[in-house]
């Protein structure tokens, strides 16, 4: 074997600073917006401002009369051109219903926002300004917006063809739940009601669709992070070849789920440029960003235990409001909510019961976490409840009926088989890095003077890398590694990132397995015409899936190269070295050769020293996680993931029980990623998902009023946190790396939003314990807060 | 609504005030931008006419007097922050406008007369204008006129249009005596404040002499709480008086406001905390100082 870069030169395990970084630092990052092109124009889409209704006409003629419209359609126009948006993932696969899901409403809006009409035109405020000119004539209906009356008898079915308002409904059971819990010591029951957030990105999503007349073809520059699978959505939704679609997905600034297709503006845009065959722009503003929905559910989370302390059964009957249908994959979440319980712990007698209710609210999407986050909330909120009945510490319920590091790897009884981990080392390292004890001192001196201080603390368990079988939600993925003769790397990979800087892990792990400078390598993402056939950025899988493919296309490039190298030195391969750009070997003295060189005689020199290999210095693998199982068990059961990410995350916060505000004062998480490639980019995106799971605890909240009427319109309402309100957050790892992955890897971009989010409601109850306050509803706004303290006070006169 | 609006940049105040009376409805007076410019930008607003006032020298500037500052509607939140007349004369306004959210950008670009006209009830500077009993100097067709804050707001609904400009505003400096509080409470750092009170306090010995509180972000106009504390006058501050204040500034609050920040029980609720906890602010000034000597 040839020596690479000595351990120490290597770049993997290193804080490198992202490549990417430097762009979007500048202003100088080439947004999806930023591409405008030569007959530029932009749409302006109309949307329905009831939740339900019957649209009688659509009176497009105001608009069309305005200087400057070139086109103006309503939803049956555009549903002549088009077929039906093909499903991101389709429910019936799993024995749900489907409905054919139009671009635009046809006859009938089902929620408030859906596309009625749209304008094309000069610019955005002559689209916008037309768009106010159109008529639409609506009868509004009485709206479904309550998961709970929806799926009462009697209510009106969202989609009429339909008998009841359930997209889906799956059980997952394993042994014998009743007898744990006929037997139980104690049982534990936590109502926990999960709000309606969602991610905001920073960029919007935009869409500009060019026609390109030499091709007779579409160009469509869009904020996607899936370009080859939404490029089949878009070919089969406007009738048209896939070939004839090329998707180039820029710079994306914050997905998060949010922008995996099934939208309808992605194939409406397109249409638009075939029809008027001149470029066609829409970006969205964020009351539209804000229609986008997740994450609501209401959990009934009962735990049986025996007398010990160790929980014997789990069973949570819960619903998800996951608004009305869309193509969008937003709904899996629901599913994904149930098919990770019961998380960390060992019970193995579970009734977890998922209904995944349609109603005229907003469709979702996926959600950072998507659906993991949410077993977590309602996981961890009912442990620390059981702790608090029990009048034991959290601490040591969770190591009790945590799954010990010898049990991997671990079926848990959904069919999930665990690959690694050491859920206890991580939560003690997790206390340990915010100083638990010390806290525990503060908060018993603080509460002396009458000040809340609480503690709490939440497991996540992130399962990285689903594939599910029959769609494109793929396992595997694939990269290119092509070396020019200069001995320059162009890495083109099938991943895409959605602003979390994979390019810049993949190319460390290029550059160690050729042994060469970072300086040298350019990733390359998002772009059909160029990358392999790719499924892009979801479920915490690009490094794991990005980073193996580039690493194995780049040990057979390297194979080559060394090949070339042996040649030209007249040497054995395995006596070669390579360091600092240059090939020595231990047989042949003073002789050397630089990589640049060897890279050149490889192209040039193909009928002579280069006879040994296949010019040119090019390869193309996939990496097919082997963790995978789509074979089903003896009870049906697949696991769709390759790999277990967890993490724990302990926040510490003060209520001022006056107001019922809340003020963060420590943060810490400790993760279990695999091996880190990069540690800024992991803690980069711990940071980031616990300022989303705390925001989504605190005060991130979409609000509909009754009739289905979105309330939540701007960042004036939908308020994030900001760094004023967030500690730094103590970061450690706790490495079990995954035994399956090359260099075991786990995901590490998706964890964090629902353990934070828990440990945040945790620590608000642990420092109301003293006024027995328990609040399991979010999100936990003063006014929520102070309501509860008030309301335990009143119940206190009373006595 | 106009899809091609005119923009007119005036040179003085005559020019502004003629133009501004030939206009129709659809006229906007702009200058900073920070309140209008989201609106114009969401397809909120559709003006048929700008009236940049920026250009108008006579709308800048602070100036102090012994018994009275003019401040110019023009000056930046970040001025009113720092100028030196504002901070050591008006402490209570250069604070109250560093409470004012938006970041550096807003800051810098903001304007005192914008904040003023736009007569939201969430923004900072209005409940600290009206606890220290400022007036305005406004210029409409019918000529120049002056009236104290209290009086245009309760004159008018929805800001101050566009039927006269926002001249001046005049303040009293308040004595090195005066001790002033403001409580800014909001859930989150990005977030409107949900209860701003604002404070004045003159004190005879140990008693309170007199104290007038102003409280925004609780109803749709700021409310102004001072005979309603007459009770507490000649006595000294102790934590009862301080809880006896809190309640009946919580009871001023008629129609709570209700929004996604709080529901209005809560808002009630908030207004007098907030106003209980700026005059303890207002008193821990006395402390400190006290302590120091």
Redesign the interface.
């Known amino acids: 074997m040839t020596k690479g870069k000595k351990p120490s030169e290597s770049y993997v395990g290193k804080s490198v600073r992202a490549k990417e970084a430097r762009a979007p630092l500048i202003g100088k990052a080439k947004y999806t917006n930023d591409y405008s092109f030569e007959g530029q124009l932009y749409a302006y889409i109309l949307r329905s401002p009831h939740a339900a209704a019957k649209i009688n006409s659509v009176d497009l003629s105001g608009a069309k009369k ?1 200087s400057g419209v070139h086109l103006a359609l309503c939803g049956r126009d555009v549903f002549e051109h088009t077929n039906g948006i093909t499903d991101h993932l389709n429910p019936a696969i799993f024995g749900g219903k489907s409905t054919r899901l139009p671009i635009m409403a046809v006859d009938e809006a089902w929620c408030y926002g859906q596309p009625v009409a749209i304008v094309i035109a000069e610019d955005e ?2 689209a ?2 037309a768009a ?1 000119r159109i008529q639409v004539d609506y009868t509004p209906k009485e709206p479904v917006v309550d998961a709970e009356k929806a799926i009462a008898k009697g209510a009106r079915s969202v989609v009429p063809e339909w008998d009841d308002n359930v997209l889906i409904y799956v059980p997952f059971m394993n042994g014998d739940t009743q007898a744990a819990f006929d037997q139980a010591d104690k049982i534990v029951t936590t109502d926990v009601k999960i709000h309606r957030f969602s991610s905001q990105p920073m960029e919007t999503r935009c869409y500009n669709a060019v026609w390109e007349h030499d091709t007779e073809s579409i160009t469509l520059y869009g904020t996607c992070q899936n370009p080859h699978p939404l490029r089949l959505v878009l070919a089969e939704t406007l009738r048209m070849n896939e070939n004839k679609i090329r998707i180039i997905a820029s710079t994306i600034g914050g997905a998060f789920g949010l922008k995996m297709h099934g939208h309808p503006e992605e194939p409406l845009i397109c249409l638009m440029t075939k029809l008027i065959r001149r470029p066609v722009k829409w970006v969205e ?1 964020r ?1 539209e960003c804000l229609l986008i929905g997740a994450r609501e559910q209401q959990h009934k989370v009962e735990m049986a235990f025996d007398s010990d302390g160790n929980m014997t059964g789990l069973r949570d009957h819960f619903l998800a409001n996951i608004g009305a249908p869309s193509a969008c994959p937003g709904w899996g979440m629901a599913f994904l909510t149930g098919l990770t319980m019961p998380g960390p712990y060992k019970v193995e007698n579970i009734d977890v019961h998922m209904n995944a209710v349609t109603t005229n609210k907003p469709s979702w999407n996926a959600a950072r976490g998507y659906g993991k986050e949410s077993t977590a909330i309602a996981l961890e909120l009912a442990m620390d409840n059981a702790a608090r009945q029990f009048g034991i510490s959290p601490i040591d319920l969770r190591l009790k009926n945590f799954i010990t590091k010898e049990q991997f790897p671990y079926p848990s009884p959904t069919g999930l088989v665990y690959d690694s981990g050491d859920y206890g080392g991580v939560l003690l390292k997790a206390l340990e890095t915010i100083g638990y004890e010390d806290w525990k001192d503060k908060q018993k001196a603080a509460l002396a003077e009458g000040r809340h201080i609480g503690i709490g603390m939440a497991f996540e368990l992130t399962p990285e890398g689903g594939t599910i079988p029959g769609t494109m939600v793929a396992g595997y993925d694939s990269s290119s590694v092509r070396v020019g003769p200069d001995g320059t790397v162009r890495v083109l990979t099938g991943i895409t990132s959605p602003g979390t800087h994979n390019g810049t892990a993949i190319a460390q792990i290029v550059a160690d397995e050729l042994g060469i400078d970072m300086d040298r390598i350019e990733v390359l993402q998002g772009d059909t015409n160029s990358s392999p056939y790719g499924f892009g950025n979801y479920s915490g899988r690009s490094t794991i899936v990005g980073g193996g493919s580039a690493a194995l296309a780049a040990k057979d490039v390297r194979d080559k190269i060394n090949a070339v190298a042996a040649a030209l030195l007249e040497v054995e391969i395995d006596t070669l070295s390579l360091s600092e750009g240059v090939f020595s070997s231990s047989d042949n003295g003073d002789a050397t050769v630089t990589f640049a060189e060897v890279c050149y005689a490889s192209y040039t020199r193909a009928y002579d020293v280069a006879m040994c290999i296949d010019p040119p210095l090019e390869a193309t693998r996939t990496f097919k996680p082997p963790g995978i199982s789509h074979l089903p068990d003896e009870n049906g059961r697949i696991n769709p993931y390759p790999s277990y990410s967890n993490a724990v995350y302990v926040v510490v916060c003060e209520v001022d029980t ?4 809340i003020d963060l004062l420590s943060l810490a998480a400790a993760h279990d990623c695999g091996k880190v490639i990069n540690p800024i980019l992991v803690e980069g995106q711990v940071c980031g998902a616990f300022a989303m799971g705390l925001g989504g605890a ?2 991130e ?1 979409v ?1 509909y009023d009754a009739n289905g009427v979105q ?2 319109k ?4 939908y ?7 967030m500690p730094l957050v103590g970061m450690a790892h706790h490495d079990s790396p995954n035994p399956d992955n090359y260099l075991g890897l786990k995901g590490a971009g998706e964890a964090g939003v629902g353990g934070s989010a828990a440990a945040l409601v945790n620590a608000v109850n642990n420092a109301l314990e003293p006024l027995e306050v328990v609040i399991h509803e979010m999100p936990l ?3 929520r807060v ?2 509860a303290i008030q309301n335990a006070n009143n119940s206190e006169g009373v006595k | ?1 106009s ?1 091609h609006p005119m923009y007119a940049r005036p040179r003085n105040l005559e020019q502004a005030s003629e133009l501004l009376a030939s206009l129709s409805s659809g006229a906007v007076i702009i200058a900073g931008g920070q309140e209008i410019m989201p609106y114009i930008n ?2 909120v607003m ?1 003006p048929d006419v700008y009236v940049d006032i920026g250009g108008i020298d006579a709308l800048r500037g602070v100036s102090a007097e012994t018994d009275e500052v003019s401040i110019g509607p023009l000056t930046v939140h970040r001025d009113i922050q720092n100028v030196e007349e504002i901070v050591e004369r008006l402490p209570l306004l250069a604070y109250a406008a560093k409470q004012i959210g938006g970041g550096m950008q807003v800051h810098n670009r903001g304007t005192i007369g914008g904040n003023i006209v736009a007569m939201h009830p969430l923004y900072d500077v209005a409940p600290a204008l009206l606890a220290l009993e400022a007036e305005v100097e406004l210029l409409s067709e019918k000529g120049s006129q002056r009236m104290s804050l209290s009086e245009l707001q309760d004159l008018s609904n929805h800001g101050l249009g566009t039927s006269s400009i926002l001249t001046k505003i005049l303040v009293k400096p308040m004595s090195p005596t005066t001790l002033w509080g403001y409580y800014k ?1 909001k ?6 404040g ?1 209860a701003n009170a604002a404070v004045v306090i003159q004190l005879d010995g140990e008693n309170i002499k007199s104290i007038r509180v102003a409280i925004g972000a609780a109803t749709e106009k700021v409310v102004v709480v001072s005979g309603n504390l007459d009770s507490y006058l000649g006595g000294p501050y102790s934590s009862e008086v301080g809880l006896a204040i809190q309640k009946t500034c919580s009871d001023a609050i008629g129609e709570p406001l209700s ?5 209005g ?3 009630k ?2 207004a007098g ?1 907030a106003a209980r906890r700026a005059t303890e602010m207002a008193l821990g000034k006395l402390n400190n100082s006290s302590s120091k000597g």
């Open positions: 305005i405020r002559t916008r300004y106010s503003n009351e006056e107001t019922g505000k605190l005060t909240d609000q309330l939540t701007s960042f004036k309402d308020v994030m946190l900001r760094m004023a309100d706004t003063p006014s102070w309501s | 609504m899809l969401y397809g559709m409470l859930n989150s750092a990005g977030a409107y949900s929004d996604q920040q709080g529901d029980v809560w808002r609720a908030m905390v």
